[in-house]
């Protein structure tokens, strides 16, 4: 049996680059549940800011004005369920899951438009370096979201134990049992 280790290097690379959204929530989703809420919102958060990253990379082909306003409808999406929330006082659960099923309806109304057009691809570091067999597709050739969605969770896990900002925002560390 021939095993193609750069095939497998591929298939770990693909791998990650797609648990990048899923470490972005998550990790966003870890301060929040810090400071107490439940938020089963952030699919549609997530889808929401994909949609709307996507449309305005269409209309104004930049990157960077797409990443912004992807950041921008998760902000007001996550406005309106801290609202909801913390201002109206309404569950936490049926709020998040009203928010996810309403990001995704709004995305498949706004998605359809742009079924079938190709993307614009983010520009990738050490992209000559992802030909070294096996460890190259893991390391190299990925945009700096990649990069960023492997190194945040440090620097959350970082503000949350050892500084003690961290109090202002989350509120007291649960005392052990």
């Known amino acids: 049996m021939n095993i193609d280790l750069n095939f497998i290097g591929i298939i770990i690379a693909a791998v990650m680059a797609s648990s990048v959204p899923l470490i972005l929530a998550a990790t966003g989703e870890l301060i929040v549940e810090r400071s107490g809420v439940l938020n089963l919102g952030v699919e549609g958060m997530i889808i929401i800011g994909a949609i709307s990253g996507f449309a305005f990379m269409m209309s104004t082909e930049s990157i960077v004005i797409a990443i912004f306003g992807a950041m921008f409808a998760g902000i007001i999406i996550s406005l309106i369920f801290g ?5 109206l006082l309404t569950l936490h659960v049926p709020t998040g899951l009203a928010l996810t099923i309403f990001g995704i309806g709004v995305s498949a ?3 359809k438009n742009f079924v079938g057009l190709p993307g614009k691809e983010i520009p990738v570091f050490f992209e000559n370096l992802d030909k070294i067999t096996f460890i190259g597709p893991i390391l190299f050739g ?11 969770p440090f620097f959350v896990y970082y503000f949350l134990k050892k500084t003690k900002i961290k109090s202002f925002f989350c509120g007291p560390s649960p005392s052990p049992m």
């Open 83 to 87: 609202f909801l929330t913390q201002t």
């Open 109 to 111: 109304m706004l998605g």
């Open 142 to 152: 990925h945009s700096i979201i990649f990069y960023f969605a492997f190194v945040f």
